[in-house]
């Protein structure tokens, strides 16, 4: 909870919806992410939030950043950070795109198939390319299922067709899934990881770097493990999977990094019911699924909510957001519990929203804004 966000709030003129990300808070995290993993490089994942207030400010703590387009590329550029600092950590580009990467200076990149190492053998040659490695997202509450990644004995295939191209096999990589609780993950996936190495040994291409991903949680209303504990669990699992040679290491912290810093101002803009006897109120919002609030699909991740009226006696509601798209319900399975004396016009705080926000919203459905963004 950030008073300072709180005070921005009460300062504004009422201009509709909005999110605000308070950067002492992201701050703190990119610290508390350095501190529990220091011989681990922090790849911001830019598509969390690329507001250009937390690129300039990760810039200067030292970040690299993990980006998945031309257009996260330029932002980055942008703050002046060096190419050198940017991995181009998408499986899917076009040709041209990594060329035009390549152009800029990036000269790391993430492939999961024999036939994206040929675009980047004949676009971008001498550069290291690392192979993601399926996952199977299990314990997350956002998997990214099996989209990106090849499994590990490709892998092999994949990485030693780099070598001959005349790329550096660098690496490998993975994600556990996002928001991911269960800290064992990581082991499964760096036993997986050390299995890559191996066999690349055997084949005599020695691997380096080891890309270990985003997931890490922000607390919604489940608590979650503290970074430090995760800072340990992994650091236990690289010992145990790859002894005294451990490789270098890369962590891409999406979520857990811009999470918990924002939070959305919405206003209530009707509360009714379907029939005379029904018990669960319809409160709708002035923003929904399509104005930020994306990551509520299949009630995946449960945002908490703060009203005027905390500490009046509950109910449970089903949560609407305002477009006439019947999909624009963001809790009816598990109806949410929200104060009886809640109104029409009463604003709401939706906390935990710095990260999936803004760059989900969409640009005008029903002639609605995109959510506004501010960053303080
Ligand atoms: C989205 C993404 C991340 C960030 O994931 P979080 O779960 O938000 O930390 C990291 N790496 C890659 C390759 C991604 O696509």
Known sequence: ???????????????????????????????????????????????????????????????????ASVGEIEMVLATGADASRISYGNTIKKERDIARAFEYGVRLFAVDSVEEVDKIARVASGSRVFCRVLCDGVGAEWPLSRKFGCAPEMAADVLEHAHRSGLEAHGVSFHVGSQQANLGAWDAALSMAAGVFREMATRGIELKMVNMGGGFPTRYLKDVPGVPSYGEAIFRALTDHFGNRLPST???????????????????????????????????????????LAETMDEAIRYPIRTPRDGDLTAPCVLAGPTCDSVDVLYEKTPYELPVSLSIGDKLLIEACGAYTTTYSSVGFNGFAPLASYVI
């Open 250 to 292: 890369i962590i891409e912290p999406g979520r857990g990094m811009v999470g918990n810093a924002g939070m959305i101002e919405t206003e209530v803009v009707l509360i009714s019911k379907k029939s005379a006897d029904d018990d669960v109120r319809w409160v709708f919002l002035d923003i929904g699924k399509f104005h930020g």
């Open 1 to 67: 909870m950030s008073e300072r966000i709180r005070e921005f709030l009460r300062r504004r003129a009422d201009e509709g919806p909005c999110v605000v990300v308070d950067t002492d808070i992201v701050r703190e995290n990119y610290l508390t992410f350095a501190k529990a993993l220091p011989d681990t490089s922090v790849y911001y994942a830019v598509k969390a939030n690329p507001a250009p207030e937390i690129l300039t400010l990760l810039e200067s703590l030292g970040s690299s950043f993990d980006c």
